[in-house]
């Protein structure tokens, strides 16, 4: 049976994949790819196998976000998951990739180029009403009242998002920088978003020992 942890790497990894289309996803084990997902691989049938025959199964976003969120609603159920016939224990292990221009950092955190603006997001199991009262409340540096404070290097448009997937319940913490922008922009960005990233990790380790927050 997939274990809590590994499972929420899936269930992030689907819902980045969806949203934002130019992310790859391969899920490895062994030092084998198990599963190839990418926008480009999309097409009609059941699943494709490599064309070498190597056994890799090749999914669309939609169709690896529908599986993931199938097995999802099981084990919310109480049911057991197993994936792709791996042994009960074994993890299967996620690979990110990112377009011409993106760029990733530590604890999941990614920037893509998406037509005239740098998107910068990252996953979190937390639902999006938590997401919400967590900026609201203060707790993130640098962000007053759910959004960045005026102070710093951020221009006034600058909002953060939240993408709610109800497949997964993974909710996207998002926001963007216009292409052209100094790079004081998009460092004072990723730092908040860095900010962002440690107090949803902090709550949901909290959630998961059944610490009230």
């Known amino acids: 049976m997939i274990d809590d942890e590994a499972f929420g790497a899936l269930r992030r990894a689907a819902t980045l994949c969806h949203a934002v289309p130019a992310i790859r996803v391969r899920v490895c084990h062994g030092g084998e790819t198990l599963l190839d997902i990418s926008q480009e691989l999309s097409h009609e049938g059941?699943?494709?196998q490599g064309p070498q025959g190597d056994g890799t199964l090749h999914l669309p976003p939609c169709a690896f976000r529908v599986a993931v969120?199938?097995?999802?609603?099981?084990?919310?159920?109480g049911r057991r998951v197993a994936f792709l016939g791996l042994d009960p224990g074994d993890a299967p292990s996620i690979e990110i990739g990112l377009?011409?221009?993106?760029?990733?950092?530590?604890g999941g955190i990614y920037q893509?180029?998406?037509?005239q603006r740098f998107l910068y997001l990252?996953?979190?199991?937390l639902p999006p009403e938590r997401c919400r009262d967590l900026l609201a409340e203060g707790r993130v540096d640098g962000v007053v009242g759910g959004q960045p404070s005026a102070s710093g290097s951020f221009e006034a448009s600058t909002r953060i998002g939240l993408h709610a997937d109800d497949a997964t319940d993974v909710t996207l913490v998002h926001?963007?920088?216009a292409l052209g922008a100094g790079d004081d922009a998009h460092t004072a960005t990723r730092?908040?978003?860095e900010r962002l990233l440690a107090t949803c990790?902090?709550?949901e380790l909290l959630l998961e020992l059944g610490v009230p927050t």
């Open 201 to 203: 990790a902090t709550e």
């Open 46 to 48: 059941p699943l494709d």
């Open 112 to 115: 893509v180029l998406e037509g």
């Open 69 to 77: 969120g199938r097995a999802h609603e099981l084990r919310e159920d």
């Open 99 to 106: 377009p011409c221009g993106g760029e990733a950092w530590p």
């Open 191 to 193: 730092h908040l978003l």
């Open 122 to 125: 990252f996953a979190t199991t």
């Open 175 to 177: 926001t963007d920088v």
